[in-house]
């Protein structure tokens, strides 16, 4: 069933933020076998910079809605060096945090995201995108054919960085 040309991409609205949770909850790879932790992983401050304080001005975010349903995000942020994401390149550069809810992923909900993320970045004026994403992860194949790049691994977990045609 291919329910792509019904997804409606829009901007997130001020009273969603919350839902940023969520997404980030769910983009939390979790490799066949093994247990999903509990939904509390999220505050911890690795991974609550991705959605605490969400609205700054350099904060952006899209939603892929379905029948009027959220289900999907892509959001950046510009991190300092002081309290970085996991794909921090430099200050400069935002990071991309993307999630699909499970029932809606393998049906290019992802990719059509991405792609809208990509052009907002370069109407945005941004130079390139970073992201960490596990080598295992499906999702890993999808920004290498969106023309992400390796920029370094430690054998689980990749950088990655796109550089935005400006």
Not at 39 to 47: A, G, K, N, T, Y
Not at 145 to 160: N, P, V, Y
Request: net charge negative.
């Amino acid at each position: 069933m291919n329910i792509v040309p019904s997804i409606v991409i829009r901007e997130i609205l001020p009273g969603e933020y919350i839902l940023l949770e969520e997404f980030l909850y769910e983009a939390i790879f979790i490799p066949e076998g093994v247990e999903r932790p509990a939904r509390e992983v999220i505050q911890r401050p690795e991974l609550a910079v991705y959605y605490t304080d969400f609205g700054k001005e350099a904060d952006f975010c899209l939603i892929a809605g379905y029948e009027g349903m959220p289900v999907g995000a892509v959001w950046i942020r510009l991190f300092p060096e002081s309290r970085k994401g996991y794909g921090f390149v430099d200050a400069r550069t935002p990071e991309i945090c993307m999630s699909v809810l499970p029932p809606y992923r393998n049906k290019g909900i992802g990719a059509l995201l991405l792609g809208e993320m990509l052009e907002c970045l370069v109407h945005r004026g941004y130079k390139q995108v970073s992201l960490s994403v596990d080598e295992v992860n499906y999702a890993f194949r999808m920004y290498q054919k969106a023309g992400f790049e390796t920029l370094s691994s430690d054998g689980i977990s990749a950088t990655m960085i796109k550089t935005l045609n400006t």
